[in-house]
């Protein structure tokens, strides 16, 4: 069973940082596209950030404000979390596929195994 673990959310106030760590015991993330959704209530699951080989992607509400990486020795994808606004309070996830497409990063079902979910809120 492919188990991804999130870790780091918590509460902070606006112009606060946070830093998400992802990581898994049963999947190589170097092997895998990687990306951070996350979910407000009320809303759909939107993609965040996303990293592939050579490159990333970045949602337009959270660019120059989070960064995506990842530690192959670690086995950790992180997103950090700088500037933060109350409009960034929801649930985070980290996603992981084989065969996901640059193209199609933004698509939660572009990506077959997913984190259990960490509550990040931003009071104002």
């Known amino acids: 069973q492919v188990q991804l673990m999130e870790s780091g959310g918590g509460s902070v106030q606006a112009g606060g940082s946070l830093t998400l760590s992802c990581t898994s015991s049963?999947?190589?993330?170097?092997?895998?596209?990687l990306g951070w959704f996350r979910q407000a209530p009320g809303k759909e699951r939107e993609g965040v950030a996303s990293?592939?080989?050579?490159?990333?992607n970045y949602a337009d509400s959270v660019k120059g404000r989070f960064t995506i990486s990842r530690d192959n020795a670690k086995n950790t994808l992180y997103l950090q979390m700088n500037s933060l606004k109350p409009e960034d309070t929801a649930v985070y996830y980290c996603?992981?596929?084989?065969?996901?497409?640059?193209?199609?990063?933004?698509?939660?079902?572009?990506?077959?195994?997913w984190g259990q979910g960490a509550q990040v809120t931003v009071s104002s």
């Open positions: 990293i592939f080989i050579g490159s990333t």
């Open positions: 049963t999947v190589t993330l170097r092997d895998h596209a």
């Open positions: 996603a992981a596929d084989r065969n996901c497409f640059s193209g199609s990063w933004r698509h939660p079902q572009a990506f077959a195994y």
